[in-house]
T-cell receptor, first 114, second 117 residues
Framework: GAGVSQSPSNKVTEKGKDVELRCDPI?????LYWYRQSLGQGLEFLIY????????KSGLPSDRFSAERTGGSVSTLTIQRTQQEDSAVYLC????????????FGSGTRLTVV | AQSVTQLGSHVSVSEGALVLLRCNYS??????LFWYVQYPNQGLQLLLK??????LVKGINGFEAEFKKSETSFHLTKPSAHMSDAAEYFC???????????????FGQGTELSVKP
């Protein structure tokens, strides 16, 4: 598609439930990133997929968080047993493996855990 | 490890005045630097980027930034603020080691710009 698409745009879930957030990157982009944006915390890196390489998971805050990227395209971020502190906007971005082209962000999924 | 510091979490200017948003970086390799803007309830939009070409980079909406290696800075400026410039601005550095590589972005804490009429 023309841009990075994220779904759902808003998600309200009960504490303890699992949630899945989806990201459709720009077609052909080799790299995909997940970030979390919460009040007072800025933009926090979560995970980075680059081509066929093992993902960089160094930003995942706990083992309740996981992500996969199927077929080098769509990615799903899963949060198990959600907690109130997981409430945030989750942003996805994609890029070529070249710094000259920048990174394109989706509009994000606003997750609210009640 | 790369890092970015944005000086000032809030900046307020009058319409028509100069906009200056400060960003200092730390990087062990030649840095790849970016400025993004985020309007309320929207994603991040790329304003401009520095990738080792000209040190003065021009971006969208009349913004520009100058890479100064001696000062490890990449400040964002606009000569004349417009009401529509009110948004949050993020400076970021990539951890890529080479220009033809990918790498994750490390963001500063953001600066919220207010524009007074």
């Amino acid at each position: 598609g023309a841009g990075v698409s994220q779904s759902p745009s808003n998600k309200v879930t009960e504490k303890g439930k699992d949630v899945e957030l989806r990201c459709d990157p720009i077609s052909g982009h080799t790299a995909l990133y997940w970030y979390r944006q919460s009040l007072g915390q800025g933009l926090e890196f979560l995970i980075y997929f680059q081509g066929n390489s093992a993902p960089d998971k160094s930003g995942l805050p706990s083992d309740r968080f996981s992500a996969e990227r199927t077929g080098g395209s769509v990615s799903t971020l899963t949060i198990q047993r959600t907690q109130q502190e997981d409430s945030a906007v989750y942003l996805c971005a994609s890029s070529w493996d070249n710094q000259n082209y920048g990174y394109t962000f989706g509009s994000g999924t606003r997750l609210t855990v009640v | 490890a790369q890092s970015v510091t944005q000086l000032g979490s809030h900046v307020s200017v009058s319409e028509g005045a100069l906009v200056l948003l400060r960003c200092n970086y730390s990087s062990s390799v030649p840095p790849y630097l970016f400025w993004y803007v985020q309007y309320p309830n929207q994603g991040l939009q790329l304003l401009l980027k520095y990738t080792s070409a000209a040190t003065l980079v021009k971006g969208i909406n009349g913004f520009e930034a100058e890479f100064k290696k001696s000062e490890t800075s990449f400040h964002l400026t606009k000569p004349s603020a417009h009401m529509s410039d009110a948004a949050e601005y993020f400076c970021a550095v990539s951890d890529a080691k080479l220009e033809n590589q990918g790498g994750k972005l490390i963001f500063g804490q953001g600066t919220e710009l207010s524009v007074k009429p």
